[in-house]
């Protein structure tokens, strides 16, 4: 079990720091964003079982060949209060140090998604106090604000949001854009598929694949979203309908929100070949098998 362990402790080592790297900066995501996506998942989580794994497998190693069968040796010595006689010092800090990881992601993951549904909660309130139902598309509501901005709030009483500035700017056919791509965040979760990564950056912000990691993900949910928009809107409606949106964005966050937005409009522009039928299956396929390599190592060490 030892090779086992350090086998393990490897792969959340790679996954947490150069692959997450490289898998931020790979270029074929962006022709298939729901295989990244999935992809992007599996990393985190195989990253996190892989070195919560190697702690657990390490630390249980002594008491049997695998990890279920030691198990019950270590609950039963610890329901009687004491150490099981056969782990060493290294082993019960590799013990320790599996929980302190565990107790750290989860409780980080806690408190990111109290804190959001905290703050969704007050949002929503305030949209139920200032903004008004568009009769016009049934789930939408209106701010009256002169800058064009849209969003959405997901959730069990979701909230599709446009601004007055938006109506006034933007035709019906951009504005259908806009709620197309809206309504692809909320029909998708994207909110569920970013708040993990957002609590796994949070948990090692010193970590720069995690970091990238967040970024990344953030940047994908949108591409997704655009795709949906541009099939169901088109891509002259979606393209004016996101450079006049992004004329209005705050001083303070121009650059970085430029930057972003032209690469998005490159992209629905111009966009890049959809990947060969065979590569996406591949994708999908070596997600499941990277979240499966640490589980059957743990269960059978």
Not at 32 to 40: E, K, N, Q, R, T
Not at 234 to 260: E, I, Y
Not at 272 to 295: C, E, M
């Amino acid at each position: 079990m030892d090779w086992v362990a350090l086998g393990l402790l490897a792969l959340g080592v790679l996954l947490a720091e150069p692959l997450s790297r490289a898998l931020a900066t790979a270029t074929w995501p962006t022709r298939d964003p729901v295989g990244g996506l999935l992809v992007w998942q599996a990393v985190g989580f195989a990253g996190g079982l892989a070195l919560l794994g190697s702690g657990l497998v390490y630390g249980l190693s002594p008491l049997g060949p695998t990890v279920p069968s030691a198990l019950p040796t270590a609950v039963a010595a610890l329901r009687d209060g004491r150490l099981p006689a056969e782990l060493g010092i290294g082993h019960v800090l590799a013990l320790a140090a599996a929980l302190a990881l565990a107790a750290r992601l989860i409780g980080v993951l806690v408190t990111v998604t109290v804190r959001t549904l905290r703050s969704r909660r007050r949002h929503r309130d305030l949209l139920d106090l200032l903004a008004t139902p568009w009769p016009a598309e049934p789930g939408a509501h209106v701010l009256d604000h002169p800058i064009p901005v849209a969003y959405c709030l997901p959730g069990l009483r979701s909230r599709l949001v446009l601004s007055a500035g938006v109506l006034d700017c933007l035709e019906p056919p951009a504005v259908q854009a806009v709620l197309a791509h809206e309504r692809a965040h909320l029909r998708e979760r994207h909110d569920l598929v970013v708040l993990p990564f957002v609590a796994w950056g949070a948990t090692a912000p010193f970590v720069r694949g995690m970091v990238c990691a967040q970024l990344a993900v953030a940047a994908l949910v949108e591409m997704r979203a655009d795709d949906v928009a541009t099939g169901c809107s088109g891509r002259k409606q979606l393209t004016g309908a996101l450079r006049t949106m992004g004329a209005g964005a705050p001083a303070a966050a121009l650059t970085s929100f430029t930057v972003a937005l032209e690469h998005r409009l490159d992209r629905i522009l111009s966009p890049p070949p959809a990947l060969p039928v065979a590569f996406r299956v591949l994708v999908r396929v070596g997600a499941v098998s990277l979240v499966a390599v640490p589980v059957l190592a743990i269960l059978l060490g």
